[in-house]
């Protein structure tokens, strides 16, 4: 079959492999239609990169190709996407990981806002265990991926994610306490 007729045949897995991803994406991410486009695209390079001689099915072999362009498609609009759905509020209690990724990590990304976070991401880290805060310090500070960071302290990824998360949440109690305490003070 030519590529052509490989793509008219398997749009439908496309459609349903953005189908599926859309449902675990929030809807402020990505529209379905343009999930669609990025599996569609996947499938066009799937089609013109399959070779019979490999003895793979080609659905098989396109799925993979299909669900990691869309995964593709994702990350690359991300951070924009994010970054325009930023809550008004700077309230690390309230704020969502995913937020204070954005707002942390990505350069120019509300830049008074991004300063009080930082502040207030060192304040409270101040607080937390050597490891934990080395974790932050590297994940938001530094801007290295987790990968890099597990390689740094001689660990597992999951364990540098387990410490991050821990160190978040030790973080947003930390920063509700504050918040208490503030208020009562007033």
Known sequence: MTPRELFDAHQSLARYTARRIARGVPHFRAEYDELCNAALAGLWRAANH????????????????????????LRETNPARRRSQAPQECSLEHLPEAELDVCLAVPGCQVERQARLRDLVAALSR???PRHREVIDRYYRGHQPMREIAAALGCEESNVSRAHKAALAKMRKAAAVRHLDDSIAD
């Open 127 to 129: 607080d937390l265990g």
């Open 50 to 73: 399959y070779d019979p001689a490999r003895h793979v099915k080609f659905r098989t072999y396109a799925a993979l190709v299909v669900r990691g362009a869309v995964l593709d498609w």
